[in-house]
């Protein structure tokens, strides 16, 4: 979107911020790398779920599988790697403005680790952005409610495509 906004037809903006980390979010992912590094990636990836997952679905014994399955097949040095492009990443908050395509901004309602409040604010600063809040999602969200999601793209993509 930086490099080439005409050549982005549409945007889903699915449980992410606009705004950099606080100095708290990027102490957390300091000590996740610190953890990693010191070999203790299966417990972080186990003791990161519950704050994943919309409270009422802690205990969902499907989606804790689906989180390790991804998180063990992506690997400890690309885990490391993300974070660090999260500690890293621009405040985009002053961008907002300018993206000028269809944009669907979606998030659950129970995400811990980003609240809702940041998808408020990114769909406030893009001009004609859909916002989309969905209860009993997390911030996985697409996996926890998938035909809520799967309702919001599709709307997307029906903007893109009507689109003169």
């Known amino acids: 979107m930086r490099q080439a906004p005409e050549r982005v037809a549409g945007l889903a903006l699915i449980s992410t911020s606009a705004a950099s980390d606080t100095p ?3 102490a957390s992912r300091r000590q996740q790398i610190d953890l990693t590094h010191a070999g203790k990636f299966n417990e972080l990836v186990e003791a990161a779920f519950p704050v994943l997952v919309d409270p009422d679905h802690r205990d969902d014994v ?3 599988g689906f989180w390790s399955q991804m998180a063990h097949e992506i690997g400890p040095d690309a885990f490391c790697t ?3 492009a999260v500690i890293n990443r621009l405040d985009s908050r002053s961008l907002l403005p300018t993206i000028d395509c269809p944009t669907a901004v979606i998030h659950g309602a129970g995400d811990q680790l980003i609240p809702p409040d940041h998808a408020h604010e990114t769909a406030a600063g893009i001009p004609h952005a859909i916002l989309t809040i969905i ?3 997390g911030h996985m969200v697409a996996q926890e409610q998938p035909a809520a999601v799967g309702t919001a793209v599709d709307l997307l993509l029906r903007q893109i495509t009507t689109r003169p």
């Open 62 to 64: 499907r989606l804790a």
């Open 135 to 137: 209860d009993g999602g």
């Open 24 to 26: 708290e979010q990027e």
């Open 82 to 84: 993300q974070l660090e």
